[in-house]
């Protein structure tokens, strides 16, 4: 047992050290060869824009901020400490008082961990662009869904469904009144959410559940219900 602790811990050195050593080889080959990667755009823009001259001042981010007044961040969720960063250096910059910057995002949908997009980022950037006289708007009506599932989802989300912690919160939204509606449904559906529940404790089996209800659904909206554009008047 002694020796196959032993082994165990220097195998997860090794691969620690190998894995050390690779990316000081990689970052060697990229200077060698003159390249950069997608990472090192966004690094090289961090680290040049913290640099200061003697005076402190950072004559890139004045340069960038004369250049970009205005600054627009669809999907802000998915944004990273680096990203966040460059943006923040260069809009939030207190010398910089009449550069503007609007971020569009939603907590609920930060999905893209594994490009290293992190809910407390997204937390700090609002609690940072509150601090320096930003404002906070919720969009109240949804344009997109029928309302039944505008309202399945107002009802599943109020709940504690994302953790007592507060850190991700939940504002109702409204559904299109018949009058704004672009199409007309013939039928109106009775659930805008299904809950499929099974008994099998494997990723298969819940697979084939899932396919065999979403073709049902499917063949049955195509069969019950229609939908009709409006005409303009």
């Known amino acids: 047992a002694l020796f196959l602790d032993n082994f165990k811990q220097l195998s997860k050195v090794l691969k620690i050290n190998t894995a050390v050593q690779l990316v000081k080889d990689f970052r060697k080959s990229k200077a060698e060869s003159t390249t950069i990667d997608f990472d090192d755009m966004l690094v090289l823009v961090y680290e040049a824009l913290q640099n200061k001259d003697n005076n402190g001042e950072n004559l890139f981010c004045r340069e960038l ?18 990203q966040w960063g460059i943006f923040k250096t260069i809009f939030l910059d207190k010398t910089s008082p009449d550069n503007k910057i609007y971020l ?11 490009r290293n997009a992190d809910i407390n980022t997204y937390n700090l950037a609002k609690s940072e662009v509150l601090a320096n006289g930003g404002l906070l708007y919720n969009l109240g009506k949804n344009y997109r869904s029928v309302k039944s599932l505008v309202t399945g989802f ?80």
């Open 104 to 114: 569009i995002g939603d907590p609920k949908q930060a999905i893209y961990s594994f």
């Open 154 to 233: 107002n009802n599943l989300f109020t709940t504690e469904f994302f953790g007592k912690n507060g850190e991700i919160t939940y504002v109702n939204v409204d559904s299109q009144s018949e009058d704004e509606q672009k199409i007309a449904i013939t039928q109106s559906e009775e659930n805008g959410i299904y809950y499929l529940m099974s008994e099998s404790k494997t990723d298969g089996d819940f697979k084939a559940l899932m396919d065999n209800f979403i073709v049902k659904e499917i063949l049955r909206l195509e069969n019950e219900i229609s939908f009709i554009e409006k005409k303009s008047e």
């Open 65 to 82: 901020q004369h250049k970009f007044r205005y600054a627009l961040l669809d999907e802000f969720q998915d944004t990273d400490q680096v």
